[in-house]
T-cell receptor, first 113, second 111 residues
Framework: NAGVTQTPKFQVLKTGQSMTLQCAQD?????MYWYRQDPGMGLRLIYY???????DKGEVPNGYNVSRLNKREFSLRLESAAPSQTSVYFC????????????FGEGSRLTVL | SQQGEEDPQALSIQEGENATMNCSYK?????LQWYRQNSGRGLVHLIL?????REKHSGRLRVTLDTSKKSSSLLITASRAADTASYFC???????????FGKGTLLTVNP
């Protein structure tokens, strides 16, 4: 049972380049989330998807777009990367209506030069 | 903005001692959760306490919740070197199932 899988684990971009972070979960969870973690800032919610077909902005959505491709997959896209988007990105999923516990992936470390 | 704020930011203890971390939050909540993060890894759920609960236990973990003071504490008893990690509280309010995390407490347990 893989849980939440994120790809890539590491990525270096130049300012202005675009990329997509992929996330997939195999727990049949309804809700999926993208967080970023910066030193001294804890985790901040970028976007979330409460259920398949819906997405909503979190605390820091500017510069990002998301796609809930199906129930399993939730991708995060940076259209024009900026140095301020250098961070560790975490995808998570949860089963709405249950405990509300989040299951996290191992993270994607992104550096924008 | 962060909902939960952990205190202290860092805590260093000896193996076998108890570790206590505190979390304060600002608005009403449905539940409060604690997570652990080992260096370079994803977060792992430890325990959830609902707003109508005052105390909960899980193994060596004890969590309390005081909704009148908008605060929670996590106690790890008989700590081990393997407990070295960052610990985060997360609050959920409203009906949107979003969790808001604090900045975390870095716990170091020295052998």
């Amino acid at each position: 049972n893989a849980g939440v899988t994120q790809t890539p684990k590491f990525q270096v971009l130049k300012t202005g380049q675009s990329m997509t972070l992929q996330c997939a979960q195999d727990m049949n969870h309804n809700s999926m989330y993208w967080y970023r973690q910066d030193p001294g800032m804890g985790l901040r919610l970028i976007y979330y998807s409460a259920s398949e077909g819906t997405t909503d902005k979190g605390e820091v959505p500017n510069g990002y777009n998301v796609s809930r491709l199906n129930k399993r997959e939730f991708s995060l896209r940076l259209e024009s990367a900026a140095p301020s988007q250098t961070s560790v990105y975490f995808c998570a999923s949860s089963d709405r209506g249950s405990t509300g516990e989040l299951f996290f992936g191992e993270g994607s470390r992104l550096t924008v030069l | 903005s962060q909902q939960g704020e952990e205190d202290p930011q860092a805590l260093s203890i000896q193996e076998g001692e108890n570790a206590t971390m505190n979390c304060s939050y600002k608005t009403s909540i449905n539940n409060l959760q604690w997570y652990r993060q080992n260096s370079g890894r994803g977060l792992v759920h430890l325990i959830l306490i609902r707003s109508n609960e005052r105390e909960k236990h899980s193994g060596r973990l004890r969590v309390t919740l005081d909704t009148s003071k908008k605060s929670s504490s996590l106690l790890i008893t008989a700590s081990r070197a393997a407990d070295t990690a960052s610990y985060f509280c997360a609050t959920e309010g409203g009906s949107n199932y979003k969790l808001t995390f604090g900045k975390g407490t870095l716990l170091t347990v020295n052998p």
